[in-house]
């Protein structure tokens, strides 16, 4: 998302709900805050397409976390299929992107899968560490999605846990919901 979108929401919202127009954050006006605060989350997002000295970018590291959650044992379920597209669709990060990077982003992605050996390391790297905890949270909801949990699946998350460097307490939040 660009600034230009971010505050070109913020001012739509404002539009369609003019009573919030003379409303007040703290010391700002509504509309002014809501403009600050899609700002920030466009500048947040918007190095996700940025290369990293991991040789991936954090949009490409986030799918990768996706894919090798659907494809870690081997088989690809319905299931696990149905539960990546929807967070793939759902995700802030990816719907930032045009859908035509968002098409090489997963082509790239499975490529280098595919060939490279030892990618779940710098994949792991590229993730900011607060966005760790909730991409482990949507590998566990793909594993989960289709009842069972293979022990290929098991070690993934495992090692998932290690790479992102999650202590047992927030992996164990994450699994209660």
């Not at 709900?17 to 409303?23: A, R, S």
């Not at 000295?53 to 299929?81: M, Q």
């Not at 594993?143 to 290929?152: A, H, K, R, V």
């Amino acid at each position: 998302m660009s600034k230009i979108n971010a505050q070109g929401a913020a001012l739509t919202i404002a539009c369609l709900m003019p009573e919030l127009k003379d409303m007040a954050v703290g010391e700002r006006p509504f509309a002014a805050s809501l403009r600050a605060a899609a700002a920030e989350a466009a500048d947040a997002l918007g190095d996700c397409d940025e290369p990293t000295p991991t040789g991936w970018t954090i949009s490409e590291a986030f799918h990768a976390v996706l894919y090798l959650s659907v494809t870690c044992d081997n088989k690809v379920t319905r299931e696990e299929r149905e539960q990546a597209v929807a967070l793939v669709q759902g995700s802030r990060l990816l719907q930032s992107l045009s859908p035509e990077r968002l098409s090489e982003i997963k082509r790239k992605v499975a490529e280098r899968v595919r060939y490279e050996t030892g990618v779940l390391k710098p994949v792991c790297a590229t993730l900011r560490k607060d966005m760790r905890l909730p991409t482990f949270a949507k590998a566990l909801d793909i594993i989960l999605s289709d009842g069972e949990i293979t022990q290929d699946e098991a070690d993934f998350l495992n090692t998932l846990m290690l790479r992102f460097e999650l202590v047992g307490e927030q992996v164990g939040r994450v699994a209660k919901v």
